[in-house]
Every structure is written in C-alpha cells, then in structure tokens.
C-alpha cells in the first residue's frame, strides 16, 4: 500500500491568536473613529495588491483596484464580523469580488502566476514521482480551471493559505474549502494520469 503524502503549509498567512486579537482591537476602534483605519491600510495594502496584481495584467487597474477594495472596507467597516481569522481575509474576500467583477465586465484576461516549486507540490500530493513527465500536463490544466477552482488552487498551492482563511475568502466552511480543493486536485490528477 502506498503511503500518502501531505503537504506542509507553512505561510505568511498564518497569524497568531494574540495578533488577531490586537487586530479586533485595532477595528472597533476605526469603527468609532475612522482616522484609525489607516494602521489596516497600511498594514495590508501591499498584500492586497500583490493578490489583485498576480491575477491581472495591468498594474494600473490592480492599483484601481486595491483602492476600491479599501475604501469599501472603509464604507462597510460596521458590517465587518469577526469570525476568528484575520482582518485580511475580509480584504480578500472584497478583493476577490472585486476581481470577478472586472473579469465580468471586461471579459478581461486572467493571469496565473506559477513558480516551478509549487507545481512540484502539487504533483507530489498526487503522489506522483515522474514530475517532469507532467509538469507541463499539470499547468496546461490548471490554465482551464474555472474561475473559483483556479482562485482555490491559487490560494492553497502557491500563497499556502490555511484552510479556514480560505474559506473565509470564499464565503463557505472550512470543510467545504478542504472538500473542493481535494476534489480540484483530483480532477488535476484524472487529467494528467488519464490511465489510473
């Protein structure tokens, strides 16, 4: 029997208890005076942008963009519900529909960043040895994944996103994030290993 393997998440995305309680903190004050929400903006700005850029083509619209999603966090700040993740992750929840709605609008084309190391991830959670044979299977697939298997790909992958802020971004439980990153790799795998 073979032994499964299970890739390690370890990511820029983790924060610790102490830091999200700070954070919620730090809202409810920019709830009661918004000159505080600066600290956020700053704070995660260039995060923001570096999400909305890696999935686009122009920097000017990711600029325009990243702008939008601040200054409707701004707008919305009293319908903002802790829910035990971090502030950013409402950030990319706005983001992301914020990026949906360009690529509506526009039929804009979308961008995938792909670094080498994260593909090789991805093939030895399909516990595949021969990476070289499907490395480029595996790309050309991942190029035609729909818009929000794509985006969860992208988040668990290559920014090694923890679950729960995932499903956060998305707007569905923990478990349904798991479940639908599973079944996309297993799709993946039914593509590229047609014979098993």
């Known amino acids: 029997m073979k ?3 299970s890739m390690q998440v370890n ?6 208890r102490d830091r999200i309680a700070e954070e919620q903190v730090l809202i409810e004050q920019a709830r009661k005076t ?6 956020l903006y700053v704070q995660y700005y260039e ?8 999935r686009l083509d122009s920097k000017d619209q990711a600029f ?4 939008q999603v601040f200054l409707k966090a701004l707008t919305n700040l009293g319908k903002y519900t802790f829910r035990g993740v971090p502030f950013s992750s409402w950030l990319y929840r706005i983001a992301s529909n ?3 709605d360009v690529f509506r609008r526009n039929k804009a084309q979308r961008t995938i960043n792909i670094e080498s190391v994260h593909i090789h991830a991805m093939l030895d959670e399909m516990e595949e040895d021969k990476h070289e044979e499907y490395y480029n299977r595996l790309i050309s697939a991942i190029e035609n994944l729909e818009e929000d298997d794509l985006m969860l790909i992208e988040m668990r992958y290559f920014e090694k996103r ?3 802020e995932i499903a956060e971004i998305m707007s569905v439980t923990e478990s349904n994030a798991k479940v639908k990153v599973y079944r996309i790799i297993e799709k ?3 593509q590229i290993l047609p014979n098993r």
Do not use: A, C, G
Not at 34 to 39: A, D, K, T
Not at 64 to 67: G, K
């Open 3 to 5: 032994k499964k393997r």
């Open 11 to 16: 990511s820029k995305y983790h924060i610790s």
């Open 34 to 39: 918004p000159e505080r929400f600066e600290q």
């Open 47 to 54: 995060n923001i942008f570096r999400f909305v850029y890696q």
């Open 64 to 67: 325009d963009i990243t702008q």
């Open 98 to 100: 914020e990026i949906n």
């Open 162 to 164: 923890p679950f729960k």
């Open 188 to 190: 993946l795998r039914k």
